[in-house]
C-alpha cells in the first residue's frame, strides 16, 4: 500500500550525472533498509544499492561502485542516488523499495511486493 515517489531521471551523454530522489507518503526509514534497484528492456529488475535501516551502512553492486552513492535525508523522508561517470549501461528504469542484500546480492525485501512506485527514466547515450 505504500506508494514510492521517484524522480530526478533524465537523458544525460555517457560521463555525465544525475541525482535521483525517492520519497514515500509516510516515514521511511523508521521501518526500512531502502535501495535502488533498475530494470533495463528485457532484462530483469537488478539491485543497485541498498543503505541499512541505520544509515551507517550502504552497499553497492561492483559495476557502480565509485560513481553511485546513496544517502538518505531521514527529517525530510527522501532518499537519493547521486550518480556520476553514467555510461550506456547504466540506462534503465529506477526504481526505489526496501532492501536486503543475500549472498552479496541487492535484493527487494519480501514484504516490498506489490509497493513499487512508477520509476524514474535514466537514459545514457554514447
Known amino acids: 500500500q505504500v506508494q514510492m515517489v521517484e524522480s530526478g531521471g533524465g537523458s544525460v551523454q555517457a560521463g555525465g550525472s544525475l541525482n535521483l530522489s525517492c520519497t514515500g507518503s509516510?516515514?521511511?526509514?523508521?521501518?526500512?533498509?531502502m535501495g535502488w534497484f533498475r530494470q533495463a528492456p528485457g532484462k530483469e529488475r537488478e539491485g543497485v544499492s541498498c543503505?541499512?535501516?541505520?544509515?551507517?551502512?550502504?552497499w553497492y553492486i561492483d559495476s557502480v561502485k565509485g560513481r553511485f552513492t546513496i544517502s538518505r535525508d531521514k527529517a525530510k523522508n527522501t532518499l537519493y542516488l547521486q550518480m556520476n561517470s553514467l555510461n550506456p549501461d547504466d540506462t534503465a528504469m529506477y526504481y526505489c523499495?526496501?532492501?536486503?542484500?543475500?549472498?552479496?546480492?541487492?535484493?527487494?525485501?519480501?514484504?516490498?511486493?506489490?509497493?513499487w512506485g512508477q520509476g524514474t527514466q535514466v537514459t545514457v547515450s554514447s
Open positions: 523499495g526496501a532492501c536486503v542484500t543475500v549472498a552479496h546480492i541487492i535484493v527487494p525485501a519480501s514484504a516490498w511486493s506489490g509497493r
Open positions: 509516510g516515514p521511511i526509514f523508521d521501518h526500512w533498509a
Open positions: 543503505l541499512s535501516w541505520s544509515g551507517q551502512t550502504s
